[in-house]
């Protein structure tokens, strides 16, 4: 199941905010369109992010009066969130090319998220053990990457393989990225998978013998750093308790070379009534104060490894996600060779 194609003039999607109960989908052909659905989490996700992002800047080729049009475009469709730096990494991207090549540009980048995925999805799966109860988090399966997912894919690869994993998928509050769209994936792909409420996470790692945890990721910084949705902090913090590995699955376009460390990542802060309210309904009293941050940052020092379509970081991430910076391309040749 795509969530985000090229429609002929416009950007096809799958709006994630009515999965599971309703497969709409529905096409951005302005930039407001194309904002509006990254702002609301219609796609979501941060590969899926980026991609249908580069897509929209294609839109924006199409719809904008002249240059000065199409560049405040591409500033705002890059500023619609804060914390996943693939959406930067695609406009820093499309902004090389030729005025009219956006499309075949954006087009690239999504052929090359499901070569990115597979790569991923090989390399994790050596470290998920037979027959575990694997923790995630969040949703990082295909509808977030726009290909074949990154630690979901791993999961799902570790199934492809025979390793019988069963997923623990916590709910994700506020916005149930787990409960709405992981069980959902996990269910289309045949991998058993057991939903639980965030507030179980560490008594689940214990009583059903969670053997590792995998997650995805927003944005790395250059030691490893990690942030990743809200909650994902409580999970690695619940896993070194436990001594149970915890491993990130990211592309290389995830990592941020330019922080140092995970402290400067910004945060995204949302509506209030993401947690005063769910589904329309309210489940605290009006003008309750709320603290809403999207997401946290997971200090590498809780982080066993990263794994990239380059194969699995290990520490120290200094030196291992260094080696990404400055030998891409030698590692790929390398690969290409295998
Ligand atoms: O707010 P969301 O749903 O976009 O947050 C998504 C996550 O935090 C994912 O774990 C992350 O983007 C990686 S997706 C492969």
Redesign the pocket.
């Known amino acids: 199941m795509e969530p985000v194609w090229w429609d002929g003039d416009a950007v096809g999607y799958i709006d994630q905010r009515r999965l599971p109960g309703s497969l709409v989908r529905a096409r951005a052909a302005t930039v407001d369109e194309v904002v509006e659905a990254i702002r609301t989490?219609a796609v979501?996700?941060?590969?899926?992010?980026g991609v249908f992002a580069a897509y929209g800047v294609a839109v924006a080729r199409r719809t904008a009066g002249g240059d000065d049009e199409f560049r405040a475009a591409v500033a705002r469709i890059g500023a619609a969130?804060p914390t996943?730096v693939n959406l930067r990494w695609a406009m820093d991207r499309l902004s090389g090319v030729e005025a009219g090549a956006e499309l075949a540009e954006a087009l690239a980048i999504h052929e090359e998220q499901r070569d990115v995925d597979r790569r991923i999805a090989e390399h994790g799966a050596t470290l998920l053990p037979e027959g575990a109860a694997v923790m995630t988090?969040?949703?990082?399966?295909p509808l977030?990457?726009g290909a074949g997912?990154?630690?979901?894919g791993v999961i799902i690869e570790a199934a492809r393989l025979g390793k019988k994993p069963r997923a623990i998928v916590p709910e994700t509050r506020p916005?149930l990225?787990g409960a709405r769209l992981t069980t959902f994936e996990l269910a289309g792909a045949g991998v058993p998978a057991t939903l639980i409420a965030d507030g179980a996470v560490a008594w689940t790692m214990r009583t059903l013998g969670v053997r590792c945890a995998i997650?995805?990721?927003?944005r790395i910084a250059r030691n490893g750093d990690t942030a990743?949705?809200i909650g994902?902090l409580a999970v690695a913090i619940a896993a070194a308790h436990h001594r149970i590995p915890f491993y990130v699955a990211?592309p290389r376009s995830?990592i941020d070379f330019s922080l140092s460390s995970g402290e400067r990542i910004p945060i995204?802060e949302r509506d209030p009534d993401e947690v005063r309210r769910f589904g329309g309904v309210a489940t605290a009293p009006d003008g309750t104060p709320v603290y809403n941050p999207?997401?946290d940052v997971t200090p590498s020092c809780l982080i066993a490894g990263i794994v990239t379509e380059f194969g699995v970081c290990r520490p120290p991430y200094d030196e291992s996600i260094g080696d990404l910076e400055t030998r891409p391309s030698k590692l790929l040749a390398e690969l290409a060779k295998r």
Do not use: M, S
């Not at 997912?149 to 979901?152: D, N, P, Q, R, V």
């Not at 997650?215 to 927003?218: I, T, Y």
């Open positions: 989490l979501r996700g941060a590969p899926a992010i969130r996943a988090y969040c949703n990082t399966g977030a990457t997912g990154t630690a979901l916005l990225q997650v995805g990721a927003d990743n949705k994902t990211a995830t995204e999207a997401f």
